[in-house]
Structure formats: structure tokens, C-alpha cells
């Protein structure tokens, strides 16, 4: 129950490709408090991932902890690994960028169909396969990144959210696994899979007390981290949602599913939400750049004109979307000597290959956009803005407030009927 005389809080979770982050919304809207932080360890720590949440719900003034009645994660999409039945990690998670050729065929096999985004070298299937790989003969379970932590939050490790499962090979039309899935011997250690907004039930006294909130608070199903990061955003129809982080990701409404390698579909508010990401992204940027510099830089670039530069800004090889290959190779060169103008043709090879994606998206049956809205820490950048209007050839409008751990917020409270 919730006390009386104190107005209901909802608290998104953000695990994402470049740290963490905490939001807490009260039922008006407004945003009362965010936190963020770096991974402690590295990024494929699962014990780091709890460390850093705990670490910054500490930092939450209690007043507002006191009052937090749900609570809701996201984390990457495809970020898996295996744990004991109560939820200890069994080494550390495959992350969502790393792709597994070795077991696309196999994976492609189990799910029926190499379409599937559980059927390619990029997706979870392909991953879980390589860690069943080296899994000797005791009990585990397979949990994505979000699920795992939710799982931490329950002190109950049975559940997965329908959307971070998609590329483990859940039908979201069929509700049920695809192919031949759900009859391997390691079946057993699939979640059982529930909808996003779902309340899975209240904190276990282990978590309530290590992050502060109270024991009546209620975990619901999140999402992924783009999905969290469109609730946030509350897209118009003819709208499309880029989330300029890390890496590219291109989302919108449909009203059919759509299905292709490369491509998710999400049913959230009762609605198809289609999309893809790139391993390409902001990302990239940091490997030639620091953040300070990055900002000097974008000053000096003239977004009307073209760099003259074809550059194709993969951090490492590897694509997922708009094209599926693990062996796509960056293109980063030639560097010009002025810095800005390398800089230009970065963000300019990025917008290219939105562009890719919003036409692929359009092939496979999905609504032309009207407009762009972007999220993420790329949407500070007026510049970039300017120059992927020029590429996209639509408006584009910058709205970087619009957090994922927000969206995760505005879910927990939607799920409790406060908001």
C-alpha cells in the first residue's frame, strides 16, 4: 500500500551501452530527480551493473526514495548471460555487440528461418549458443541484461520481458519461442516471458534495503533501452525516433509488425514499434575525440556543405543494421588534416546511414516519416542536427532531455495507474 500523505514516485533504470542512470517522476510529469554514473567495473559485469544501482539510489535524497512506488529497468538489447537459479552470474555477459558467426547457421536452424532476429550471427540465440559452449552439466538460466536485474530487484529470476527476448527467438504474434527453441535440452533455462508494464511484484527484502526503497515498492517488466527511450519521447504519428548514442538506433510506429534481419518489432501501448540499430553511433566519435573537443569542433563546421568524404563509422567490423553482416569493415579513412572536417564526415557517414535505415525500414512495409525526433547525448550536437536534416531530407528536431531512464519511469507509474 502506498502511505497515505505521500505522493506516489515512479524510478526508471537505464543500463546502458555508456553508463548508468536513475530517474524519478512524479504522476505530473515532472522529472524530480536524475542520477548517473559510469559502469564500476566494465560493462559485461553483472555484479557492476547491481553495484552502480545501488550506488545511485544511495544518492537519492530520502525524502524522495520514501516515496518511490514502482520501479521499471531497461538495459541493451542483447546483452545475455547465464546465472544460477538464484541469479548468480556465471561469468560475464556476452554484450550486444558482439557477434557469433560460428553460430549463425545454427542459430538461424533452431529459430526456422535466418529472417528472424534470433537467426543471425548478431542476435542473443547466437550468443547464448556460444555460452551453452562452454556450460558444463549444472542447472543455469539464460537472462538478458534488464531481466537480470529486475530478476536481482524480485529475488525471483523467472521472468523475461517480451521485447529484450525478441532476439533470443520469442514470437511476439505467437507468444510462444520460434522454431525448435523451446524443445532443446536447455530449454529450461528460458524465462518465462511476460509484457513490458507488467507488475511482477513487490522488491525482496535483500534489494529494498540495499537500495533504500520500500518494501511495498513494485518491480514491473521494462523494456530495452531504445524502446524506454520512445516512451520518453511520446512520438507523434508520421514521427520517427533516433537515438543518438553509443550506437544509432532508428524507431517508429507501424501498424503491422515488420520482420527482417536486422529489425525488431516491440508492442508497447498496444502499438507495433519497429525499428533497428546500428553498431555505428556516437561511439565512434570517442575513439578519435574527446567530449570538449567534440563541442570546439562542431563550431567550426559549416552543416550546409558536404565534407567530400565517404566514410562508413563502424567502431570495430561488424553490422547489424540496416544491413546484417558481421564482417562489414569500417571506413575510416582518408583523414583529412583539419580535424573539423574529419569530424564532419563522421557525422555526415552517420547520417548516411540513418537514411539507410529509415529506407530499409520503408521497403519492409513501415510508414514513410514525416519528421525526426533525437534522443540521446548526439542531440546536444546543433550541428549533427543541421546535417542529417540536409541527409534525411525531413525536420529534425533535438529533444536530449528525453532520457531512457525517464521513459523507464514513466512505465513503472503508467503500470501502477498513477500516471
Request: aromatic share 6%.
Amino acid at each position: 500500500m502506498i502511505p497515505t500523505g505521500h505522493e506516489p514516485l515512479g524510478l526508471g533504470i537505464d543500463l546502458g551501452t555508456s553508463g548508468l542512470r536513475l530517474a524519478v517522476l512524479d504522476r505530473s510529469g515532472t522529472v524530480l530527480a536524475e542520477r548517473s554514473s559510469d559502469y564500476p567495473s566494465s560493462f559485461d559485469d553483472p555484479l557492476g551493473w547491481r553495484q552502480g544501482v545501488i550506488a545511485l539510489c544511495a544518492a537519492l535524497p530520502d525524502a524522495l526514495r520514501d516515496r518511490v512506488v514502482a520501479v521499471a529497468v531497461d538495459g541493451t538489447s542483447g546483452t545475455v548471460l547465464t546465472c544460477s537459479a538464484n541469479g548468480e552470474p556465471r561469468g560475464s555477459a556476452l554484450p550486444y555487440f558482439l557477434a557469433c558467426p560460428e553460430q549463425a547457421q545454427a542459430a538461424a536452424e533452431l529459430a526456422g528461418s535466418a529472417a528472424s532476429p534470433a537467426g543471425s550471427a548478431s542476435g542473443s540465440l547466437a550468443r547464448v549458443l556460444r555460452l551453452l559452449a562452454s556450460t558444463s552439466g549444472e542447472q543455469f538460466l539464460v537472462r538478458h541484461q534488464a531481466d537480470w536485474l529486475s530478476g536481482w530487484m524480485l529475488g525471483d529470476w523467472r521472468f523475461g520481458e517480451e521485447g529484450n527476448n525478441l532476439r533470443l527467438g520469442w514470437d511476439l504474434g505467437q507468444r510462444s519461442w520460434q522454431g525448435a527453441i523451446a524443445d532443446q535440452p536447455w530449454s529450461g533455462a528460458l524465462p518465462e516471458v511476460v509484457a513490458s508494464g507488467t507488475r511482477l511484484g513487490p522488491l525482496s527484502s535483500e534489494s529494498s534495503r540495499a537500495l533504500g526503497l520500500p518494501a511495498h515498492c513494485q518491480v514491473v517488466a521494462g523494456s530495452t533501452d531504445a524502446n524506454a527511450a520512445v516512451l520518453a519521447a511520446d512520438p507523434r504519428p508520421g514521427d520517427g525516433v533516433t537515438v543518438l548514442g553509443t550506437t544509432l538506433v532508428l524507431k517508429q510506429f507501424s501498424t503491422i509488425p515488420l520482420a527482417g534481419p536486422g529489425i525488431s518489432a516491440h508492442r508497447v501501448a498496444g502499438r507495433w514499434l519497429v525499428g533497428g540499430a546500428s553498431n555505428a553511433g556516437a561511439g565512434v566519435l570517442r575513439q578519435f575525440f574527446s567530449d570538449a573537443l567534440l563541442v570546439e569542433l562542431s563550431r567550426q563546421i559549416d552543416p550546409r556543405s558536404s565534407s567530400g568524404l565517404t566514410l562508413r563509422p563502424l567502431p570495430r567490423p561488424g553490422e547489424r543494421f540496416p544491413v546484417d553482416d558481421p564482417n562489414l569493415p569500417p571506413i575510416l579513412e582518408p583523414r583529412p588534416i583539419s580535424d573539423a572536417l574529419y569530424l564532419q564526415g563522421l557525422l555526415e557517414g552517420l547520417a548516411e546511414i540513418e537514411a539507410q535505415g529509415w529506407a530499409a525500414l520503408q521497403r519492409l512495409g513501415a510508414e514513410p516519416i514525416q519528421r525526426v525526433i533525437s534522443l540521446g547525448g548526439g542531440a546536444r550536437n546543433p550541428q549533427w542536427r543541421l546535417i542529417r536534416q540536409r541527409i534525411l531530407g525531413v525536420p529534425v528536431l533535438n529533444r536530449p532531455h528525453c532520457t531512457a531512464a525517464l521513459g523507464m519511469a514513466r512505465l513503472a507509474l503508467s503500470a501502477t495507474s498513477l500516471l
